[in-house]
């Protein structure tokens, strides 16, 4: 019987450590709710920041954020796709695969801060793009690669190897099998990963510290070639930077950007469990 | 009938290029963190930055000694480590081998929105609420230490841990339990003989990713572990770590020159230890696969 009372105190010692890691997060989520639920109203989210950011809005902050996600999404998405395309469907077993799920491991590791530097010097300085929109976004959507490939990989291999073979079977060609047969039953699981993709770029500070963000601007960006200010980095310099700033603008700011990136990512699990259920093969 | 096979064959050469670019991409990475690092060493010596004790970069003149800033890495990510290891594989052990259906979508769904939460919000977070803490707890001068960072970073290190740890402790075969239960071990028992056991090099793998993500880890630590890039003697002190240095100074460098170059060196720096990390995880991986 001593073993069962031992099983009962570590299943219990387990939980609790369970409860260690899950409380916190719960805990951190309504703290930033509560406290910045007052800061939030249509003013803060429309009007521009004023009097050093001591009073005012976060409208340029959110709209920079806009830009930044939708202008990576737009290169990380087809990229992505494709490259999980080759890998699950052309490439099979080979040498050439095995390198190339090295190097997706490898780049899903290198520190966003890398990235950061890496964008400056490609981007910034050598492809003379300067600090802008489209420096930040393009570093932003190589960091995404990996995240956008492994997703699709994975939806693409949930489509069973029938509908390939039926296709096949009529003439149709790989890509038209692919396009027609595979691509159509993938999308819900390649969405869900676009998604995910999203909410990364939308609240990672690191890569466009020296890529994209301005401390603060009078008017919104004009074109891709302007500089933009961001949520994150807007919430790291009202933190860090500006001394006497009151309290609810700060947490007003991570509150937005806490609800903007959590709520994309219950979307995304909503997009694949609803597509779960309703899946007949 | 040939337009659409010339078509067929021009989207077959798009396809193979994406599928390169990942490689494409970390050879770029590496060459321009190389393009900008390298021009550092011709001034100034190997050894005297990787072992070099002071990190003056704007007095003159200048001293780039990283090793106070490997230190300060290294401090944080082993508390960091000591935190979440631990945790991260019981919290793993319940969720795939005790907790109810139920039990298990939830705890999965809150270490899923832990990972979501981006960095500059825990670091917020930690500096109004963690900092104050450590300093009223242990009685200093001031909360931002490596211990705050260590916290943090081990609390922001366990999705990674939790979830590929997860992995393997299911991956195990179903055969190696029901073999220990009919012998009569206990469930508890079974876990921590048999399991754990089978389960180590997907363990390991999932420490290492964990590992990996800390060190690399760059908004929050830079907020909360306070920034002094002075050798590192306990955790109750302020420490500044590789990515802080970067993320903190690359906006008020002048480029091109010896300080920029210095921080792209230290970029490699990270480059080179995360790559490391990453590929012998992966080998680890594989190992279960086999």
């Known amino acids: ?16 450590i369970n409860l260690l890691v899950i409380v916190p997060v719960a805990l951190l989520v309504i703290f930033i709710a509560v406290k910045g639920w007052r800061a939030v109203n249509w003013q803060f989210l429309f009007a521009f ?31 992505g796709v494709l490259a999980a395309i080759y890998l699950y469907e052309y490439a099979g077993n080979s040498r050439l695969s095995r390198i190339i799920n090295l190097a997706i491991i490898n780049l899903a590791g290198v520190p966003s801060v890398v990235y950061g530097l890496f964008g400056l010097s490609l981007f910034v300085i050598t492809l003379k793009m300067g600090v802008s929109i489209i420096a930040g976004a393009l570093t932003l959507a190589i960091m995404n690669i990996p995240l956008v490939i492994t997703a699709s990989r994975e939806a693409l291999s949930s489509v069973p190897h029938s509908f390939r073979e039926v296709s096949y079977s009529l003439g149709v060609s790989k890509w038209q099998t692919i396009r027609h047969a595979v691509l159509p039953y993938a999308l819900p699981g390649i969405l869900t990963g676009a998604i995910l993709a999203v909410a990364r770029a939308a609240g990672e500070t690191a890569p466009i510290l020296f890529t994209v963000a301005a401390f603060y601007l009078p008017q919104l960006p004009k074109s891709i070639f302007d500089q933009a200010m961001a949520l994150p980095y807007h919430l790291y310099i009202i933190s860090t930077q500006i001394p006497n700033i009151s309290e609810s603008i700060r947490y007003g700011t991570a509150l937005v950007l806490v609800a903007l990136v959590l709520s994309m990512n219950l979307f995304a699990v909503v997009i694949r469990s609803r597509f779960r259920k309703k899946k007949k093969w | 009938m040939r337009i659409k096979a010339i078509k067929e064959f021009f989207i077959e050469k798009l396809i193979f290029f994406c599928g390169i670019t ?19 060493f011709k001034e100034y010596h190997l050894k005297d930055f990787l072992f070099g004790r002071h990190w003056y970069p704007i007095s003159e003149p200048p001293k780039f000694g990283i090793l106070p800033l490997v230190l300060g890495s290294l401090l944080v990510t082993l508390g960091a480590a000591l935190i979440s290891v631990p945790l991260g594989v019981a919290c793993a052990f319940y969720i795939a081998e005790v907790a109810s259906l139920r039990t298990r979508d939830f ?28 300093k009223g ?29 997860e992995d393997a402790i299911t991956a195990v ?16 028992q079974a876990m921590h003989r048999v399991i754990l056991i089978a389960a180590l090099p997907g363990i390991i793998a999932a420490s290492m990713l964990g590992v990996g993500r800390v060190i690399g880890e760059t908004m929050a630590v830079m907020m909360i572990s306070g920034n002094a890039a002075v050798m590192p003697h306990t955790f109750m002190q302020p420490v500044r770590t590789m990515t802080a240095t970067i993320a903190a100074e690359m906006g008020e460098t002048v480029q091109p020159s010896g300080h920029y170059f210095a921080l792209f060196a230290i970029g490699i720096v990270l480059f080179i230890i995360t790559f490391l990390i990453n ?3 992966d080998f680890f991986l594989h190992r279960i696969k086999r």
Do not use: C, D
């Open chain 2, 137 to 165: 707890v242990f009685n200093l001068p001031t909360g931002l230490t490596a211990l705050s960072g260590s916290i943090m970073l081990g609390f922001m290190a366990m999705p990674t841990i939790v979830s590929i740890a």
């Open chain 1, 49 to 79: 920041p004023s009097n050093g950011m001591r009073a005012g809005g976060i409208f340029p902050a959110i709209v920079g954020t806009f830009y930044l996600v939708a202008g990576s999404l737009v290169v990380t998405l087809p990229l």
């Open chain 2, 279 to 281: 590929f012998t995880a």
């Open chain 2, 22 to 40: 990942s490689i494409i991409f970390v050879i770029l990475i590496f060459s321009f963190l190389l393009k900008e690092g390298l021009s550092f």
């Open chain 2, 173 to 188: 075969p179903k055969v190696y339990k029901e073999g220990a239960l009919a012998l009569g071990a206990t469930h508890w």
């Open chain 2, 107 to 134: 705890l999965k769904a809150g270490v899923e929105m832990l990972a979501a939460i981006p960095s500059v919000v825990l670091g917020f977070v930690g500096m109004v609420t963690l900092v104050p803490f450590i």
């Open chain 1, 1 to 16: 019987m001593r073993a069962q009372a031992k099983q009962r105190i570590a299943f219990t010692v387990l939980f609790i």
